[in-house]
């Protein structure tokens, strides 16, 4: 399975992006999805996932900010963010796993990231 992750970009502070990851040569369905944040200088973190039955789950630095869904028939997931603040500014990853926990190691593909950066 590749994934694609798009929809990165500058954004002013209480802004919004919409990050995509979309699979190809295989079934997204069959997956659980994360996204995983890294800044300069700190550690990879997770900020959302969803199950495949689509239970989703959040960080409590993002909830109420951010909304992870996914369109099985797209093969692909989606991030919503909004009211954006600076200290969102990262990398953003995609990864694929049978199970979805809050360690990266959990998932099993990743994607290239795609960054966002949230201007004060």
């Known amino acids: 399975v590749q994934l694609q992750a798009s929809g990165g970009g500058v954004v002013q502070a209480g802004g919004s992006l919409r990050l995509s990851c979309e699979a190809s040569?295989?079934?997204?369905?069959?997956?659980?999805m994360g996204w995983f944040r890294q800044a300069p200088g700190k550690e990879r973190e997770f900020v959302s996932a969803?199950?495949?039955?689509?239970?989703?789950y959040y960080a409590d630095s993002v909830k109420g900010r951010f909304t992870i869904s996914r369109d099985n028939a797209k093969n692909t997931v989606y991030l919503q963010m909004n009211s954006l603040k600076p200290e969102d500014t990262a990398v953003y990853s995609c990864?694929?796993?049978?199970?979805?926990?809050?360690?990266?190691?959990?998932?099993?593909?990743w994607g290239q990231g795609t960054q966002v950066t949230v201007s004060s």
């Open positions: 990864g694929a796993g049978l199970s979805v926990t809050f360690y990266p190691i959990t998932y099993t593909y």
């Open positions: 040569g295989g079934t997204l369905s069959r997956y659980g």
């Open positions: 969803i199950t495949r039955s689509g239970r989703t």
